[in-house]
């Protein structure tokens, strides 16, 4: 978005220059009304993943998933700051859309945030791919640290294609396998 404002300042700085301040004062009031447009446009929204804790599908997922990430804690020592961490069950495949705009809206607040490392639990009991979703929310996505990890529950995946592409994108995957009832007893 920087970009944007500085195509911007270039363009009140001519016309200022040819016709006057006038013609500045309001190539400044449309240069405001462009950038926060576009800025609205390009920032992802916050959305509220359907998280329904009356549902028992939706509670057996995410206890699944909860109980998989506590068997594999994640590795403090690599982490500078602080530590948020968030699960996000998917109970089928029509949860993919939302899960999409989710981990859009999750990810560009995590780039932004460099103090915190931030670690994404996701999967299902019943999910096999999830190779859209995560491929759609990284589309635009631009890093400058490596503070992020995707962490992939088992039975749920992802092709060997993606996972080289997110890597590319500077975020960290990691799969565990499914829990077992006895090491958490």
């Known amino acids: 978005m920087r970009w944007l404002l500085y195509i911007l300042k270039a363009t009140n700085r001519f016309v200022t220059d040819r016709k006057g301040r006038k013609w500045g004062i309001v190539v ?10 576009t800025r609205s446009f390009l920032i992802p929204r916050y959305v509220a993943y359907p998280e329904n804790p009356l549902s028992v599908e939706y509670q057996s997922n995410l206890n699944y998933i909860i109980k998989a990430s506590m068997q594999t804690p994640p590795d403090f020592s690599k982490i500078r700051g602080s530590f948020l961490g968030s699960h996000l069950a998917i109970v089928d495949e029509n949860d993919f859309p939302l899960l999409t705009k989710k981990l859009k809206y999750d990810l560009y607040r995590s780039v932004r945030d460099d103090f915190f490392f931030h670690s994404f639990v996701l999967g299902g009991l019943n999910v096999q791919n999830i190779d859209q979703p995560l491929l759609e929310a990284c589309k635009r996505f631009r890093m400058r640290g490596s503070n992020i990890k995707i962490v992939i529950v088992a039975p749920s995946t992802i092709s060997a294609e993606t996972k080289s592409i997110l890597e590319k994108k500077g975020i960290q995957i990691q799969f565990i396998e499914p829990p077992s009832d006895n090491r958490l007893q």
């Not at 400044?28 to 447009?37: D, H, P, S, W």
């Open 28 to 37: 400044v009031v449309c240069c405001i009304g462009i950038y926060l447009v």
